[in-house]
């Protein structure tokens, strides 16, 4: 099974940004549409994006449309999620997980990371 480590989490102000990574360990890293999550408090988890195992094929909640991109780099094993335009309501803990395939809602990623924090300050 991929281990899956998130990292690039921190303290940004609205309007600035930040870039999370997702470190997968294991060979098969590339057979896998790989997705972002994340959960603010006292709600529950939500689909933020997700990308196909090639990278050819991207999906985006609609409150992150044009502002968050996803990305993979296949021969480095991780995936990338670069946040622009932060608002404080992308405060949250941010996971990235695993699927047989993309979709626009996420549906069917599991194998979850241990999450980073990120704080939007307004």
């Known amino acids: 099974q991929v281990q899956l480590v998130e990292s690039g989490g921190g303290l940004a102000q609205a309007g600035g940004s930040l870039r999370l990574s997702c470190a997968a360990s294991?060979?098969?890293?590339?057979?896998?549409?790989m997705g972002w999550f994340r959960q603010a408090p006292g709600k529950e988890r939500e689909f933020v994006a997700t990308i196909s195992w090639s990278g050819g094929t991207t999906y985006y909640a609609d409150s992150v449309k044009g502002r968050f991109t996803i990305s993979r780099d296949n021969p480095k094993n991780t995936v990338y999620l670069q946040m622009n335009s932060l608002k404080p309501e992308d405060t949250a803990v941010y996971y990235c997980a695993t699927g047989a395939v993309a979709s626009g809602t996420g549906y069917g990623m599991n194998n979850w990371g241990k999450g980073t924090l990120v704080t939007v300050s307004s």
């Open positions: 294991g060979r098969t890293f590339s057979r896998y549409a």
